[in-house]
């Protein structure tokens, strides 16, 4: 059974910087062939997505956050990583990683909160 924790969420001011990690796990499991991603979710919103890297190492961001959020995979080290830079208060979210089984299998969640 596949399962995907999350970290690294935390507080930080507006114009700040965040690093997310998300590690996938479990029996047999090959990491690197399988595609995973992001998702946000604030208070009273919907889900949307925020980026997704396939098995290849290509990456892809909604608008709102191309230039300034950078997805990556170590599959040495079975991890992804959301690195977020000139974070903004509309930033503030539930981060959820997902890999992609296919059909998506979802961690818990991590608090981003940015504010001053």
Do not use: H
């Amino acid at each position: 059974q596949v399962q995907v924790v999350e970290s690294g969420g935390g507080l930080v001011q507006p114009g700040g910087s965040l690093r997310l990690s998300c590690v996938p796990s479990g029996s047999r499991f090959s990491f690197s062939i399988y595609a995973m991603g992001w998702y946000r979710q604030a208070p009273g919103k919907q889900r949307e997505m925020v980026a997704f890297i396939t098995s290849g190492g290509t990456s892809n961001y909604a608008e709102s956050v191309k230039g300034r959020f950078a997805m990556s995979r170590d599959n040495a080290k079975n991890t992804v990583y959301l690195q977020m830079n000139s974070l903004k208060p509309e930033d503030t979210a539930t981060y959820y990683c997902y890999i992609s089984v296919p059909g998506f299998v979802w961690g818990q969640g991590t608090q981003v909160t940015v504010s001053s």
